[in-house]
Nanobody, 125 residues
Framework: QVQLVESGGGLVQAGGSLRPSCAAS??????????LGWFRRAPGQKRDFVAG????????YYADSVQGRFTISRDNAKNTVYLQMNSLKPEDTATYYC????????????????WGAGTAVTVSS
């Protein structure tokens, strides 16, 4: 069992930056065995993929809407994954969820084993 706890959301003006983090804890396989990533859900919308990072070579993947503005990274020693969000836009307003899975198909919700409770991000215009 793995617990994922997000933090670092908040309110920011358009053009600003935030860096949410996701701390993993629990017994079982080391975090380095998991593919990690972020999804978001805007009010009234479905949950969408934002970014993902592989465990073997730290290859990163991004949704087109955030490519070039967001950067995902991981620190296996700290069991933490980060999402650096720059040049934020009002349409980035959403609750951001951390996800983990050993066989997660990055870009989809397929084979996500664990979800965090989410952290809210609000971007004002």
């Amino acid at each position: 069992q793995v617990q994922l706890v997000e933090s670092g959301g908040g309110l920011v003006q358009a053009g600003g930056s935030l860096r949410p983090s996701c701390a993993a804890s629990g017994s079982g396989r080391a975090l380095s065995n998991y593919r990690l990533g972020w999804f978001r859900r805007a009010p009234g919308q479905k949950r969408d993929f934002v970014a993902g990072i592989s465990w073997s070579d730290s290859r990163t993947y991004y949704a087109d809407s955030v490519q070039g503005r967001f950067t995902i990274s991981r620190d296996n020693a700290k069991n933490t994954v980060y999402l650096q969000m720059n040049s934020l836009k009002p349409e980035d307003t959403a609750t951001y969820y951390c996800a983990a899975g050993t066989r997660w198909i990055i870009g989809t919700t397929t084979a996500v084993d664990y979800w965090g409770a989410g952290t809210a991000v609000t971007v004002s215009s």
